[in-house]
């Protein structure tokens, strides 16, 4: 691809270039990943880009995705990418579902990071569990909108005739809880005797968890990522599945047909959690460029946009943000390529590639957002700063698990060295 920034243009023209920031005219701080990619889909969560940065504020305030918002991003299928067709949803392979989220990113990285978590939970739950249960769980009022709380604190279950008890469980970071009707809680699965035999995933009903609303954070604060309480509460074991089995892509086989439900699940929900804070990245790039007419250089007579120091960081800044959307474009198409096949599921060694690379993404995206921030200065230090939301945004989201660079670089890399996997990570 020819970079346009290299491409002489009068100075007037070239700054105009430089700061047109919605939709399509927007700053090219990206190479175009999107080729192949419904269009209508991906426009969809653009239309709302102005909207989500006009509602920053208000989001991280609340605390959550405003309910009227929510309901609108709903309605235009958003939290539907992972939902089939035939349940009403888009269906969107995760290509598609890149290009929309990261839209969703650009605007507010909350948005984008609960859409990932939503669209997981429902990838889940059509990919996972029998027909009858998707049909009575579509059928929910609103339709099917789940969260996913995979971070347990404890959790005591006993086996139960027909299901399991969740007698006493706690849960961190259920990041939008406020807005499903479904949780998917992480449980440890019991024999008869009390034996934990296997780890699980349970459907559990919105009204049987308690929300603590104990969400406070510095960046993602409008994620509303609350801790959960659940007890007492039976769940059918047709509404629990095998966590082990799902990693090992053994339960893919009474999915959906569809090749979006065959894909490598613990790559595919990994890779959804990025997109939103790519998008969020490439906005970051925007919001400096579009202040940098006639801000100075502390301490000398000097005009930033002019300065040689600025040209070399937004060369290494866009280059790793690029750098990153490549990385993870690749990923993205050898999961929909894999899937597509309807052949043997992904290695374990193409697997925990992924991750890696997903994990050298996540390692580019910070160090330019560090730079970013560097170069604008004090003002990102502001409370109603949007470079400094997105940095402390950005920040939050890379300590989530599955994106924390060194473990999955390292899972790579013990591969690679013929080394035994450590648990079922992939």
Same mark, same amino acid.
């Given at each position: 691809?020819?970079?346009?920034?290299?491409?002489?243009?009068?100075?007037?023209?070239? +700054?105009?270039?430089?700061?047109?920031?919605?939709?399509?005219?927007?700053?090219?701080?990206?190479?175009?990943?999107?080729?192949?990619?419904?269009?209508?889909?991906? *426009?969809?969560?653009?239309?709302?880009?102005?909207?989500?940065?006009?509602?920053?504020?208000?989001?991280?305030?609340?605390?959550?995705?405003?309910?009227?918002?929510?309901?609108?991003? @709903?309605?235009?299928?958003? @939290?539907?990418?992972?939902?089939?067709?035939?349940?009403?949803?888009?269906?969107?392979?995760?290509?598609?579902?890149?290009?929309?989220?990261?839209?969703?990113?650009?605007?507010?990285?909350?948005?984008?990071?609960v859409a990932a978590?939503?669209?997981?939970?429902?990838?889940?739950?059509?990919?996972?569990?029998?027909?009858?249960?998707?049909?009575?769980? =579509?059928?929910?009022?609103?339709?099917?909108?789940?969260?996913?709380?995979?971070?347990?604190?404890?959790?005591?279950?006993?086996? *139960?005739?027909?299901?399991?008890?969740?007698?006493?469980?706690?849960?961190?970071?259920? =990041?939008? +809880?406020?807005?499903?009707?479904?949780?998917?809680?992480?449980?440890?699965?019991?024999?008869?005797?009390?034996?934990?035999? /296997?780890?699980?995933?349970?459907?559990?009903?919105?009204? /049987?968890?308690?929300?603590?609303?104990?969400?406070?954070?510095?960046?993602?604060?409008?994620?509303?990522? =609350?801790?959960?309480?659940?007890?007492?509460?039976?769940?059918?074991?047709?509404?629990?599945? =095998?966590?082990?089995?799902?990693?090992?892509?053994?339960?893919?086989?009474?999915?959906?047909?569809?090749?979006?439900y065959r894909a490598?699940?613990?790559?595919?929900?990994?890779?959804?959690? @990025?997109?939103?804070?790519?998008?969020?990245?490439?906005?970051?790039?925007?919001? @400096?460029?579009?202040?940098?007419?006639?801000?100075?250089?502390?301490?000398?007579?000097?005009?930033?946009?002019?300065?040689?120091?600025?040209?070399?960081?937004?060369?290494?800044?866009?280059?790793?943000?690029?750098?990153? /959307?490549?990385?993870?474009?690749?990923?993205?198409?050898?999961?929909?390529?894999?899937a597509e096949s309807?052949?043997?599921?992904?290695?374990?060694? /193409?697997?925990?590639?992924?991750?890696?690379?997903?994990?050298?993404?996540?390692?580019?995206?910070?160090?330019?957002?560090?730079?970013?921030?560097?170069?604008?200065?004090?003002?990102?230090?502001?409370?109603?700063?949007?470079?400094?939301?997105?940095?402390?945004?950005?920040?939050?989201? *890379?300590?989530?698990?599955?994106?924390?660079?060194?473990?999955?670089?390292?899972?790579?890399?013990?591969?690679?060295?013929?080394?035994?996997?450590?648990?079922?990570?992939?």
């Amino acid at each position: 691809m020819i970079d346009r920034h290299a491409v002489e243009l009068p100075q007037e023209q070239e +700054v105009k270039v430089y700061h047109r920031t919605n939709g399509r005219d927007r700053a090219d701080t990206s190479y175009d990943s999107s080729a192949g990619v419904d269009e209508t889909v991906v *426009a969809r969560a653009r239309n709302f880009v102005p909207e989500l940065r006009c509602r920053s504020n208000e989001i991280r305030t609340i605390g959550r995705i405003p309910h009227d918002l929510f309901d609108r991003l @709903f309605a235009n299928g958003l @939290f539907g990418l992972s939902t089939p067709r035939n349940y009403g949803g888009l269906q969107a392979n995760v290509k598609a579902s890149k290009a929309a989220i990261t839209e969703l990113g650009r605007g507010d990285l909350s948005v984008g990071w609960v859409a990932a978590v939503m669209n997981n939970a429902a990838w889940i739950h059509y990919a996972l569990f029998p027909k009858d249960v998707k049909d009575r769980l =579509s059928a929910t009022p609103g339709g099917f909108r789940g969260c996913v709380a995979a971070s347990v604190i404890k959790a005591t279950v006993r086996k *139960a005739p027909g299901g399991y008890v969740i007698e006493e469980g706690r849960w961190a970071f259920n =990041s939008g +809880v406020h807005h499903a009707n479904w949780d998917v809680l992480a449980i440890p699965l019991a024999d008869d005797v009390g034996n934990i035999i /296997d780890h699980g995933l349970a459907l559990v009903p919105i009204e /049987d968890v308690k929300i603590l609303d104990d969400w406070d954070a510095m960046g993602l604060s409008g994620t509303g990522s =609350s801790g959960v309480i659940v007890k007492d509460v039976f769940v059918a074991e047709e509404l629990v599945t =095998s966590a082990s089995a799902l990693l090992a892509g053994e339960t893919q086989k009474a999915s959906e047909t569809a090749p979006l439900y065959r894909a490598a699940a613990d790559p595919l929900l990994t890779i959804s959690q @990025f997109f939103p804070a790519l998008g969020a990245a490439q906005t970051a790039v925007d919001i @400096f460029l579009d202040r940098l007419p006639g801000r100075m250089i502390y301490g000398l007579n000097e005009k930033r946009i002019e300065s040689a120091v600025t040209h070399l960081q937004i060369g290494e800044i866009t280059a790793k943000i690029d750098a990153a /959307d490549v990385l993870v474009q690749r990923a993205a198409e050898a999961l929909d390529r894999n899937a597509e096949s309807m052949g043997e599921y992904m290695s374990t060694l /193409d697997r925990a590639r992924i991750r890696r690379d997903i994990a050298f993404a996540v390692r580019l995206i910070m160090e330019a957002a560090d730079t970013l921030a560097s170069a604008y200065g004090g003002s990102a230090a502001g409370t109603a700063d949007p470079m400094g939301h997105i940095w402390c945004d950005l920040r939050v989201a *890379a300590l989530h698990g599955l994106l924390v660079p060194s473990t999955s670089l390292e899972l790579y890399g013990r591969l690679r060295c013929g080394q035994p996997q450590k648990g079922a990570m992939v």
